[in-house]
Protein backbone atom coordinates (compact mmCIF):
# COMPACT_ATOMS: atom_id res chain seq x y z
CA UNK A 1 0.00 0.00 0.00
CA UNK A 2 1.55 3.48 -0.94
CA UNK A 3 0.62 7.02 0.30
CA UNK A 4 0.91 9.79 -2.79
CA UNK A 5 2.12 12.91 -1.85
CA UNK A 6 5.55 12.37 -1.35
CA UNK A 7 5.69 8.69 -1.79
CA UNK A 8 4.77 8.13 -5.41
CA UNK A 9 4.31 11.65 -6.46
CA UNK A 10 7.26 14.31 -5.92
CA UNK A 11 3.94 17.15 -4.98
CA UNK A 12 4.34 17.88 -1.41
CA UNK A 13 5.71 21.11 -2.43
CA UNK A 14 3.21 22.67 -4.56
CA UNK A 15 -0.08 20.30 -2.69
CA UNK A 16 1.12 21.64 1.06
CA UNK A 17 0.79 25.37 -0.11
CA UNK A 18 -1.78 25.52 -2.76
CA UNK A 19 -3.66 23.67 0.85
CA UNK A 20 -2.37 25.80 3.50
CA UNK A 21 -3.24 28.99 1.11
CA UNK A 22 -6.98 27.52 0.48
CA UNK A 23 -7.61 27.46 4.60
CA UNK A 24 -5.61 30.68 5.21
CA UNK A 25 -8.45 32.50 2.80
CA UNK A 26 -11.31 30.80 3.23
CA UNK A 27 -11.39 30.47 6.80
CA UNK A 28 -9.19 33.35 8.21
CA UNK A 29 -7.23 31.51 10.36
CA UNK A 30 -3.87 30.47 11.06
CA UNK A 31 -1.99 27.56 9.63
CA UNK A 32 1.08 25.56 11.05
CA UNK A 33 1.92 23.89 8.18
CA UNK A 34 3.82 21.36 9.26
CA UNK A 35 1.05 19.96 10.22
CA UNK A 36 2.50 18.23 13.45
CA UNK A 37 -0.20 20.00 15.64
CA UNK A 38 -3.36 18.40 13.93
CA UNK A 39 -4.79 14.91 14.94
CA UNK A 40 -5.54 13.43 11.28
CA UNK A 41 -3.27 14.78 8.92
CA UNK A 42 -5.48 14.64 6.11
CA UNK A 43 -7.12 17.24 3.90
CA UNK A 44 -10.73 16.45 5.60
CA UNK A 45 -9.39 16.09 8.75
CA UNK A 46 -7.37 19.20 9.24
CA UNK A 47 -10.12 21.37 7.52
CA UNK A 48 -12.88 19.73 9.97
CA UNK A 49 -10.22 20.75 13.00
CA UNK A 50 -9.79 23.84 12.14
CA UNK A 51 -13.48 24.26 11.59
CA UNK A 52 -14.05 23.24 15.56
CA UNK A 53 -11.82 25.71 16.67
CA UNK A 54 -13.57 28.68 16.71
CA UNK A 55 -16.89 30.49 15.71
CA UNK A 56 -17.69 31.35 12.07
CA UNK A 57 -20.01 33.73 10.91
CA UNK A 58 -20.77 31.48 7.98
CA UNK A 59 -22.33 27.93 7.84
CA UNK A 60 -19.76 25.12 8.42
CA UNK A 61 -21.10 23.47 5.50
CA UNK A 62 -20.48 26.30 3.27
CA UNK A 63 -17.27 27.13 4.65
CA UNK A 64 -16.17 23.68 3.75
CA UNK A 65 -17.38 22.92 0.53
CA UNK A 66 -15.50 26.71 -0.26
CA UNK A 67 -11.98 25.54 0.88
CA UNK A 68 -12.06 22.50 -0.80
CA UNK A 69 -13.39 24.35 -3.79
CA UNK A 70 -10.70 27.31 -3.72
CA UNK A 71 -7.89 24.30 -2.58
CA UNK A 72 -9.23 22.57 -5.90
CA UNK A 73 -9.12 25.18 -8.19
CA UNK A 74 -5.48 26.28 -7.31
CA UNK A 75 -4.70 21.98 -7.87
CA UNK A 76 -6.38 22.53 -11.40
CA UNK A 77 -4.54 25.61 -12.56
CA UNK A 78 -1.27 24.11 -11.78
CA UNK A 79 -2.06 21.18 -13.82
CA UNK A 80 -3.38 23.59 -16.41
CA UNK A 81 -0.64 25.84 -16.86
CA UNK A 82 1.87 22.81 -17.27
CA UNK A 83 1.79 18.85 -15.62
CA UNK A 84 5.11 17.95 -16.81
CA UNK A 85 7.00 19.35 -13.95
CA UNK A 86 4.73 16.88 -11.86
CA UNK A 87 7.06 14.07 -11.73
CA UNK A 88 6.69 11.03 -10.15
CA UNK A 89 9.23 9.75 -7.17
CA UNK A 90 11.72 7.65 -9.42
CA UNK A 91 10.64 4.52 -10.10
CA UNK A 92 7.21 4.74 -8.79
CA UNK A 93 5.42 3.94 -11.56
CA UNK A 94 7.80 1.13 -12.56
CA UNK A 95 7.56 -0.57 -9.14
CA UNK A 96 3.54 -0.29 -8.82
CA UNK A 97 3.26 -2.04 -12.17
CA UNK A 98 5.82 -4.63 -11.51
CA UNK A 99 4.16 -5.77 -7.85
CA UNK A 100 0.16 -5.33 -9.32
CA UNK A 101 1.63 -7.96 -12.27
CA UNK A 102 2.52 -10.52 -9.43
CA UNK A 103 0.18 -13.22 -8.49
CA UNK A 104 0.25 -13.01 -4.98
CA UNK A 105 0.54 -9.00 -4.25
CA UNK A 106 -2.50 -6.65 -4.03
CA UNK A 107 -1.64 -3.20 -4.56
CA UNK A 108 -3.56 -0.75 -3.14
CA UNK A 109 -3.09 3.12 -2.56
CA UNK A 110 -3.99 5.31 0.66
CA UNK A 111 -3.61 9.20 1.02
CA UNK A 112 -4.83 11.90 3.19
CA UNK A 113 -5.24 13.78 -0.03
CA UNK A 114 -9.27 14.27 -1.50
CA UNK A 115 -9.85 12.05 -4.08
CA UNK A 116 -10.34 14.42 -7.19
CA UNK A 117 -6.54 15.84 -6.44
CA UNK A 118 -5.32 12.44 -6.20
CA UNK A 119 -6.69 11.70 -9.24
CA UNK A 120 -5.05 14.36 -10.79
CA UNK A 121 -1.97 13.42 -9.69
CA UNK A 122 -1.68 9.73 -10.06
CA UNK A 123 -2.71 10.47 -13.93
CA UNK A 124 0.32 12.84 -13.99
CA UNK A 125 2.44 9.83 -13.61
CA UNK A 126 1.02 7.56 -15.98
CA UNK A 127 -0.91 5.62 -13.25
CA UNK A 128 -4.69 4.91 -14.00
CA UNK A 129 -6.74 5.67 -10.68
CA UNK A 130 -9.68 3.10 -12.25
CA UNK A 131 -7.00 -0.10 -12.28
CA UNK A 132 -5.68 0.63 -8.56
CA UNK A 133 -7.95 0.21 -5.55
CA UNK A 134 -7.87 3.69 -3.62
CA UNK A 135 -9.11 5.14 -0.65
CA UNK A 136 -8.26 8.99 -0.04
CA UNK A 137 -9.86 11.89 2.50
CA UNK A 138 -12.98 12.06 0.35
CA UNK A 139 -13.90 8.22 2.23
CA UNK A 140 -12.86 9.38 5.94
CA UNK A 141 -10.68 11.89 7.67
CA UNK A 142 -8.65 9.26 9.57
CA UNK A 143 -5.42 8.05 8.12
CA UNK A 144 -6.04 4.49 9.53
CA UNK A 145 -9.36 4.20 8.40
CA UNK A 146 -8.57 5.33 5.05
CA UNK A 147 -5.93 2.81 4.50
CA UNK A 148 -8.54 0.12 5.98
CA UNK A 149 -10.91 0.68 3.30
CA UNK A 150 -8.14 0.69 0.68
CA UNK A 151 -7.11 -2.11 2.16
CA UNK A 152 -10.95 -3.94 1.80
CA UNK A 153 -10.84 -2.84 -1.83
CA UNK A 154 -7.81 -4.54 -2.86
CA UNK A 155 -8.30 -7.37 -0.95
CA UNK A 156 -12.47 -8.15 -1.71
CA UNK A 157 -12.53 -10.34 1.29
CA UNK A 158 -9.64 -12.48 0.43
CA UNK A 159 -6.94 -13.06 3.72
CA UNK A 160 -3.47 -11.78 3.95
CA UNK A 161 -0.10 -12.10 5.13
CA UNK A 162 2.11 -9.60 5.55
CA UNK A 163 0.61 -5.79 4.86
CA UNK A 164 3.25 -3.14 4.54
CA UNK A 165 2.87 0.38 4.02
CA UNK A 166 5.07 3.28 1.94
CA UNK A 167 4.87 7.02 3.58
CA UNK A 168 6.96 9.93 3.55
CA UNK A 169 5.67 11.47 6.93
CA UNK A 170 5.16 10.66 10.83
CA UNK A 171 1.33 10.48 10.52
CA UNK A 172 2.03 7.49 7.90
CA UNK A 173 4.31 5.83 10.30
CA UNK A 174 1.70 5.86 13.62
CA UNK A 175 -1.06 4.85 11.17
CA UNK A 176 0.77 1.46 10.05
CA UNK A 177 2.13 1.01 13.95
CA UNK A 178 -1.83 1.33 14.78
CA UNK A 179 -3.23 -1.19 12.39
CA UNK A 180 0.13 -3.54 12.50
CA UNK A 181 1.21 -2.65 9.15
CA UNK A 182 5.32 -2.90 8.39
CA UNK A 183 6.00 0.50 8.06
CA UNK A 184 8.35 1.45 5.17
CA UNK A 185 10.01 5.00 5.00
CA UNK A 186 10.35 7.02 1.79
CA UNK A 187 12.58 10.24 1.18
CA UNK A 188 13.99 12.32 3.97
CA UNK A 189 10.98 13.80 6.09
CA UNK A 190 10.39 10.68 8.21
CA UNK A 191 12.91 9.04 10.47
CA UNK A 192 12.76 4.83 10.43
CA UNK A 193 15.30 1.71 10.06
CA UNK A 194 13.84 1.28 6.96
CA UNK A 195 13.79 3.92 4.24
CA UNK A 196 14.48 4.37 0.59
CA UNK A 197 14.86 7.60 -0.86
CA UNK A 198 12.72 6.69 -3.75
CA UNK A 199 12.45 3.48 -5.77
CA UNK A 200 14.89 3.53 -8.75
CA UNK A 201 16.70 -0.02 -7.01
CA UNK A 202 13.46 -2.11 -7.42
CA UNK A 203 15.73 -5.22 -6.35
CA UNK A 204 16.63 -3.56 -3.29
CA UNK A 205 12.51 -2.74 -2.42
CA UNK A 206 11.44 -6.36 -4.03
CA UNK A 207 14.18 -7.56 -1.11
CA UNK A 208 12.73 -5.54 1.39
CA UNK A 209 9.23 -7.13 0.90
CA UNK A 210 10.60 -10.60 0.39
CA UNK A 211 9.35 -11.13 -3.04
CA UNK A 212 13.17 -10.82 -5.13
CA UNK A 213 14.05 -13.94 -6.84
Known amino acids: MFDIDGTLVDSV ?10 LRSV ?3 EIDDTWRPYKHVTDGGILEELLASKPFGRPLEELRAA ?3 RFLAAIHAHFARDAKPVR ?3 GAKALVEHLASLPNVRVAI ?5 AESARLKLAAIGIDPD ?3 HATSSDHIERARIMQIAEERALGGAPWTTRTYFGDGAWDKRASAELGYRFVGVGKRVEHDVRFDDFRDRDAVLRCLGLAL
Open 67 to 69: AKA
Open 27 to 29: LEV
Open 13 to 22: GFDSNYYADA
Open 110 to 114: ATGGW
Open 88 to 90: EIA
Open 131 to 133: TVP
